[in-house]
């Protein structure tokens, strides 16, 4: 009997899932999962990664193996697995969901579409979430958005015909060769974990998201902390919106409607992120804005992008928020931001670097909301307002009385909470915690000044209106996004 080789990606579940629907309808299921290593050796991959993937692939082959097929497990680049199992087995088909991933799974990607159509193999690849491929305009994406969240959420087939075959190990880190996954404090992979969170998050974790999301003392338990989990498909996006909006229906607070609604806005966010990633996959290497080349690139200081991976900025919150990444892979969008505008403005660092560093920290790492965060927040994507943080600002705001930074910047617990935001002022009780690494003011000022210097530029101006066509929302325009809307002027 002809072999359905249900290729599982960046959906490791088995709820929602087409092509594990379709290829059971079909015949016997060879439920395969490719651990490459061009991928896990390429410089965005960290072992958090595997972790969390590893987790989530023994509770998928628990699933698969309850209803007859375990899942396989291969160590190899795709096409060569697929090549060998083509070899061993008459498949006829290969289900799989589209992957808005990073440069060389794109380039995989092309690469199984082309060796399954030299060998007469079909490739049947459904959509992932809301992100839509091939998309010629961005006009009506919303709709395609709302239509694909509405449809029916499958149930997994009870039984599936199996294929005799060897199921293999699941590798260990030190089997795949990578290294000892630091952040012990990380969240765990699997569906039951991400239903679980989804549950308690609708159940009334979520009641205060909107009041609560941008402080780091309080959004690891009033966000929902699905973004692994949507990041590596062990839930979907569309069992999140539809379980949300039957909650807010439910729902006659007022109060808690309107958080629940703006975490229905980020869901749409997601997607609406990941479709530039999948438009232009370029912007993983090159600014949205290609006339803003070259801005960044010849200052990279190495001592100060080190000292802001190793969390010694003299900067309480930007410290406090690397050193909370290392162990728990996990920071609000608010922090994020921070983060990154602090390497961007600040240091004047180009995106790649820092932005490779937060996707090795990111358990969640989503290379479409990834890459195009890290321009957003260094002001080369063209069409989205600058926001510049003041990390001392974001201390006195958002964690007022110091329990965050207290907890993860050790020298400072002494520190009496007048002085958190600036340590600097008291110099005897900082316990050798460094003097900023740059002044904040100073700083600030000249990176304005250099951004304008570009801004000014016509090739720049024109680009932000080329930019704002093909990737800027349409929220709040009948079709079109106003010219160089959110363009902030030089
Ligand atoms: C520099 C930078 C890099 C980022 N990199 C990633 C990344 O690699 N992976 C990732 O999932 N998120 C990323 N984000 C977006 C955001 O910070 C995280 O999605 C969020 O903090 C995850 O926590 P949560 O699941 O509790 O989110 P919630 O606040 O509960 O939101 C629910 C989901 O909505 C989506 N979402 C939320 N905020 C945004 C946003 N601003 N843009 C797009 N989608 C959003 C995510 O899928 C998230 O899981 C990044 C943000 C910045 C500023």
Redesign the pocket.
């Known amino acids: 009997m002809k072999v359905q080789l249900l290729w599982f990606k960046r959906d490791l579940r088995i709820r929602d899932h087409r092509p594990l629907v379709e290829a059971a309808k079909r015949g016997c299921v060879l439920p395969l999962y490719v651990v490459e290593p061009s991928v896990i050796q390429a410089p965005d991959y960290d072992p958090c990664h595997w972790t969390f993937i590893r987790r989530s692939l023994e509770e998928l082959r628990e699933e698969l193996a309850r209803r007859g097929a375990p899942l396989v497990v291969r160590v190899g680049e795709a096409v060569e697995v697929l090549e060998g199992l083509l070899r061993q087995y008459p498949v006829e088909s290969i289900w799989a969901h589209e992957e808005t991933g990073n440069a060389i799974t794109y380039a995989r990607d092309r690469a199984v579409r082309r060796w399954a159509r030299e060998r007469g193999v079909v490739l049947d690849e459904s959509p992932s979430n809301g992100v839509v491929r091939r998309l010629r305009s961005r006009d009506g994406w919303s709709r395609i958005w709302e239509q694909r969240m509405a449809a029916p959420v499958l149930a997994p087939p009870d039984v599936l015909r199996p294929v005799a075959i060897d199921p293999g190990p699941l590798p260990t880190h030190a089997e795949l060769g990578l290294g000892v996954d630091r952040r012990q404090g990380a969240q765990p992979g699997g569906e039951r974990a991400a239903h679980a969170l989804l549950e308690s998050?609708l159940a009334g974790r979520?009641y205060r998201?909107h009041r609560e999301?941008s402080s780091p003392v309080t959004?690891f338990e009033a966000?929902?902390?699905?973004?692994?989990h949507?990041?590596y498909g062990t839930i979907s996006t569309k069992q999140v919106v539809q379980a949300l909006r039957k909650q807010i229906a439910q729902t006659t607070d007022a109060e808690v409607r309107r958080a629940l609604r703006a975490?229905d806005a980020?869901?749409h966010?997601?997607c609406?992120?990941m479709q530039k990633l999948e438009d232009e996959p370029g912007i993983e290497h090159h600014n949205f804005v290609r006339a803003l080349d070259g801005m960044r690139e010849g200052d990279f200081r190495r001592d100060w992008f080190d000292a802001w991976r190793e969390g010694r900025t003299g900067y309480p919150m930007v410290d406090a928020c690397m050193r909370c990444l290392e162990e728990t892979g996990?920071?609000?969008?608010r922090m994020?931001?921070m983060?990154?505008s602090f390497a961007a403005y600040h240091l004047w660092l180009h995106w790649r670097e820092p932005?490779l560093h937060?996707?090795r920290l990111?358990v969640?790492?989503?290379?479409g909301?990834?890459w195009?965060?890290?321009q957003?927040?260094s002001g080369t994507t063209g069409i989205n307002t600058l926001r510049i943080y003041n990390p001392s600002k974001q201390l006195t705001d958002h964690d007022p009385q110091g329990v965050f930074v207290r907890r993860w910047v050790a020298e400072l617990r002494d520190l009496p909470v007048e002085f958190l935001a600036e340590p600097w002022r008291m110099p005897s009780r900082r316990n050798g915690y460094p003097d900023p690494v740059v002044d904040h003011e100073t700083a600030i000022r000249r990176a304005r000044a250099r951004l304008s210097e570009f801004r000014r530029r016509a090739e720049v101006r024109r680009e932000c209106q080329e930019v704002a066509v093909k990737h800027g929302s349409r929220k709040g325009s009948s079709r079109r996004p106003a010219r160089g809307r959110g363009m902030i002027p030089p």
């Open positions: 998050f979520g998201y999301m959004a966000c929902s902390r699905l973004s692994a949507l990041a975490f980020r869901l966010w997601r609406h992120f996990w920071l609000n969008f994020r931001a983060l990154m932005g937060l996707a990111f969640d790492y989503e290379p909301i990834h195009s965060q890290c957003m927040q």
